[in-house]
């Protein structure tokens, strides 16, 4: 029992000298590089490249990159405080050097708004857009700008005509006389010096074709000297038929809605109500 014991012993503490040899062979076995300076192992321990395998792979890729033409090779530049200062590689790319260096061409009887061109410059500049780049923005926008005002002009178009038809259904057969008087109050009492056709265009812009006729056909009709129609033919100007019966039906409405103005109106009373009644019946019955 004892021997058994001893031998046991023995297999254990050879087991343990094994595996203490072992240990001291690992902890004295030579690193690839330990022949090499300080400095290189140093940075073969940073790149971690703890088989020579590694590092040859690591040399072949740096040949195929090197590989590469060197004016193709980008390097990002730094400052002293190790940013990146940019305006190399965008030169590089394509940038002008100047916000002046930007060429664009507008098509020809394209409106360009100058002061905006050159804030667009200013900031393709800053955020290093190249001459191609913004050439295809500039172009991109043009066309954009082209089609809306291709749109706003037909749509222009079209209310245009049916403000001229709702005008010309309303007016009837006063339709010629109203217009005419509106192009002479026009002329008669818009400024001197003034650009009449602009000036017009913005307003009818802004409040229609409908209206603006309107508010200047009444305006010169409000203004001209009433002349009764006659038989002898040829354009009078005067108040015809078919105004005097819309005239007298808007002032019928009017005085309808006034009690006041009603009540005096039925008692017959010759007030400016009653001898406008009286002159339109007598245009009407002409």
Avoid: C
């Amino acid at each position: 029992m004892t021997d058994t014991i001893t031998d046991q012993q023995n297999i254990e503490a050879q087991t343990a000298t094994d595996q203490g040899a072992q240990a001291d062979t690992q902890a004295t076995q030579k690193q690839w590089f330990d022949d090499m300076p300080d400095e290189m192992k140093g940075y073969i321990q940073n790149k971690q490249w703890d088989t020579p395998l590694k590092a040859i792979e690591s040399y072949r890729n740096l040949e195929k990159f090197q590989g590469a033409d060197k004016n193709d090779i980008l390097k990002l530049p730094k400052n002293e405080n190790g940013e990146y200062v940019l305006d190399e590689v965008y030169a590089k790319l394509g940038r002008p050097e100047t916000v002046d260096g930007y060429k664009l061409d507008a098509p020809d009887g394209f409106n360009v708004d100058q002061e905006r061109v050159n804030t667009v410059k200013q900031i393709a500049h800053s955020v290093g857009i190249t001459q191609k780049q913004l050439d295809a923005l500039f172009k991109a926008d043009v066309e954009y700008t082209q089609k809306s005002y291709e749109s706003y002009a037909n749509d222009l178009k079209l209310q245009q005509e049916a403000d001229l038809n709702d005008l010309k259904r309303e007016w009837g057969q006063s339709y010629e006389e109203r217009t005419e008087l509106a192009r002479r109050f026009i002329n008669k009492n818009l400024p001197d010096g003034l650009n009449k056709e602009e000036a017009l265009t913005k307003i009818e812009e802004a409040i229609g074709t409908k209206a603006m006729l309107k508010l200047f056909g009444n305006a010169g009709y409000s203004i001209k000297d009433d002349t009764v129609p006659h038989a002898g033919g040829g354009a009078t100007y005067g108040m015809t038929k078919e105004q005097a019966i819309y005239e007298k039906t808007r002032l019928m409405e009017d005085i309808k809605s006034d009690p006041a103005r009603l009540k005096e109106y039925n008692e017959g009373k010759k007030n400016a109500d009653r001898l406008k009644i009286e002159k339109y019946n007598s245009l009407i019955a002409f």
